[in-house]
């Protein structure tokens, strides 16, 4: 508590003076800057260029090298496999029999071979072949505004070597050409497309269609 | 600074100017600093994470609209929620708004799209190519996120003490600002994650493809990035140290590596766990249940120091009877003490007085800060009011 002998007058009625918060003093000025703020910039800079430029330059000069040998099998989320051509590179997707921890495989496969690409992926879906494939067109061509690839062609009938019906179409972009097909099995639904370069051989094209025909699921999956 | 027992009125006065002073408590922000190079910093970079997310957004609304207009209500409530209660629990030496909502745009858009999200990318794809895809799966995100997400939000901290190195003192001050850091984070983490889940089925049944993700990401989002930025700025600022707050480095080094551990267990959860869900759903309330102990430990050694700063402002409004004794005490204490100081009160009517004047003692507390200790005209309109309500009079205004 206070000395009861001391004055109670109150503080100051002014605030004391205090510099506006730009004030920058004169020797901490380097070109007009606050040279205070000069280092701690600097070296979240740094950081931002390790992130957004070192690493993916780091990525992109780092080869991968996961080539698909004769008997390879991807697994896919919900029991579902393909066969990838032996040769081809596999940039996204997991061997049958090598899940992760989780026991859960990823959705998406991805396989390469030059600029030819063919990508599977699932989901969920209520429907048939038909409705799948014409959803994939509605949302593609809302995410692609009429840019990129689109399908072009008229739908037909695939069947696997499984026996399941499937519905495909051709699509095109620029300097692009392909094939996109869809599948479901019980509520779950497939997406295979295939694309490449416009001048692609029919020997290119006869690959992917042996690749979309190994497309299956397993038992499991089926329950 | 902590005064004796028998301090003089000017002992009491001179005690406030120091911890405001040291506080910052009641300065103004200015975010518009020309002359201030982490303000152009944080310019360009939060401009290019805007940029990058807007044009994000813009691509797929068309596509996924409806879980787009769901997420970011959801996460709009979210987030307000999460205001009111970083309001709630900050009762001392409050940080400027204007403050709180830069560092909430640096988590939101600089941390994430200008700079975790591109070093994310290239790591998984680079432990992939080392160690295999099924190793990447399993480990990939628990050994990248914790390095690139936690130091693009502390590395935001760096940027506002540079902004505001006359407001960011001590470390409860890094500690709520990091936590509006992670929360920006977290929110445009959110919607993007439910972007992606629009777009699971194709495209088809969105909101039912996206609301699992929302909702799990707003329970379990309490004790991740908020909790992890909040520790890792207060450890920033340990590290760095402050007018206010000595440089601790072992302290630091510890409260920034402690939310990096904490990160890296919850992305590696999924592996840890295995395929049992029952081991999963265990190991993610042990997670939380174990963050939260953290946090809370981390709260409590971090607010200390803004307890003090109230009871060194309030202090000689206590000796010049504008307060009580049992209302210093209340205002500096915790929940606890301010809940026993309500409970004193016998009646119902007197209990609801009580909060109300423990409330004008504060408003007071933020008029003597903005004023510098001064005796302006708001600063007596504030102890008046404290007066006002003690003796139950209406309200005139």
Redesign the interface.
């Known amino acids: 508590?206070?000395?009861p002998q001391?004055?109670?007058a109150?503080?100051?009625?002014?605030?004391?003076f205090?510099p506006?918060?730009?004030f920058?003093p004169a020797d901490e000025?380097w070109f007009?800057?606050?040279r205070?703020?000069?280092r701690?910039?600097l070296?979240?800079?740094a950081?931002?260029i390790?992130?957004?430029v070192v690493?993916?330059v780091?990525?992109a000069t780092?080869?991968?090298h996961?080539i698909v040998t004769a008997g390879d099998v991807l697994q896919l989320e919900g029991n579902v496999t393909f066969v990838p051509e032996a040769g081809w590179g596999?940039t996204?997707?997991?061997r049958a029999g090598?899940?992760?921890?989780?026991?859960?495989y990823?959705?998406t496969a991805t396989v390469e071979d030059g600029a030819m690409k063919f990508t599977v992926r699932t989901?969920?879906?209520?429907?048939d072949a038909r409705q799948?494939l014409d959803?994939?067109e509605?949302?593609s061509e809302?995410?692609n505004?009429g840019r990129g690839v689109r399908v072009t062609g008229a739908p037909t009938t695939v069947v696997t070597e499984q026996g399941k019906l499937g519905a495909s179409a051709r699509v095109t972009g620029p300097h692009t050409a392909g094939v996109i097909a869809a599948f479901v099995f019980g509520t779950r639904?497939v997406?295979a497309v295939a694309t490449g370069p416009s001048d692609a051989g029919s020997q290119s094209t006869a690959t992917v269609l042996r690749m979309i025909d190994s497309i299956s699921q397993t038992g499991e999956g089926k329950r | 600074m902590t005064v004796t027992?028998?301090?003089?009125?000017?002992?009491?006065?001179r005690a406030?100017?120091i911890a405001l002073d040291l506080s910052g408590w009641g300065?103004?922000?200015?975010f518009?600093?020309?002359?201030?190079?982490?303000?152009?910093?944080y310019l360009l970079?939060v401009g290019m994470g805007f940029l990058g997310f807007v044009s994000t957004l813009a691509?797929?609304y068309?596509?996924y609209g409806d879980a787009i207009g769901l997420a970011v209500t959801s996460f709009a409530i979210y987030a307000a929620l999460f205001w009111w209660f970083t309001q709630h629990i900050d009762h001392y030496a409050k940080l400027p708004a204007k403050l709180m909502v830069v560092a909430f745009v640096w988590g939101g858009f600089?941390a994430t799209g200008?700079?975790?999200a591109?070093?994310n990318?290239?790591?998984l794809?680079?432990y992939?190519?080392?160690f295999?895809?099924?190793w990447a799966?399993?480990w990939g995100a628990g050994l990248a996120a914790p390095f690139?997400e936690e130091?693009?939000k502390g590395?935001?901290l760096?940027?506002l003490?540079?902004?505001a190195?006359?407001q960011v003192r001590t470390a409860f001050d890094g500690f709520i600002l990091g936590a509006f850091i992670g929360l920006g984070f977290q929110i445009i983490e959110d919607v993007s994650y439910a972007m992606t889940s629009a777009?699971?089925?194709?495209?088809?049944?969105q909101i039912g493809?996206s609301i699992g993700t929302i909702i799990l990401r707003m329970v379990s989002g309490v004790a991740a990035h908020i909790l992890y930025s909040a520790i890792f700025g207060a450890g920033l600022v340990y590290l760095l140290g402050r007018p206010a707050e000595p440089r601790k480095v072992g302290r630091g080094l510890l409260l920034v590596a402690i939310p990096m551990l904490l990160h890296g267990t919850w992305d590696s959860v999924?592996?840890?766990?295995?395929?049992s869900v029952l081991k999963?759903i265990g190991l993610l309330i042990g997670a939380i249940v174990v963050a939260l102990a953290i946090l809370v430990q981390v709260y409590k050694a971090t607010v200390k120091r803004e307890r003090d700063f109230v009871r060194d402002v309030m202090a000689?409004e206590e000796?010049?009877d504008v307060i009580t004794p049992a209302e210093l005490n209340a205002m500096a204490g915790n929940r606890k003490a301010r809940k026993a100081y309500r409970k004193a009160a016998r009646k119902g009517h007197e209990r609801k007085r009580a909060r109300y004047v423990l409330n004008a003692a504060y408003a007071l507390g933020d008029e003597l800060a903005a004023?510098?200790?001064?005796?302006?005209d708001r600063v007596r309109f504030a102890r008046a009011e404290v007066a006002r309500i003690r003796a139950g009079v209406p309200s005139p205004w």
């Open positions: 508590m206070p000395d001391t004055d109670m109150s503080a100051a009625a002014q605030p004391r205090e506006d918060e730009r920058v000025r007009g800057l606050d205070r703020t000069i701690p910039t070296a979240v800079f950081l931002a390790l992130m957004s690493l993916p780091i990525d780092v080869p991968y996961d596999i996204s997707g997991l090598h899940a992760p921890l989780s026991g859960e990823p959705a989901g969920q879906f209520h429907g799948l959803q994939i509605t949302t809302a995410l505004r639904g997406e | 027992p028998a301090a003089t009125l000017a002992d009491l006065d406030r100017d300065r103004r922000f200015s518009y600093q020309p002359r201030n190079f982490a303000f152009w910093g970079l691509r797929k068309d596509a600089a200008a700079m975790a591109n070093a990318d290239a790591i794809a680079l992939a190519k080392t295999g895809q099924v799966l399993n690139t130091w693009a590395s935001g760096l940027l003490i540079a902004m190195p006359r777009g699971t089925q194709f495209g088809a049944n493809a999924g592996a840890i766990a295995g395929p999963l000689p000796a010049r004023a510098r200790g001064a005796d302006t």
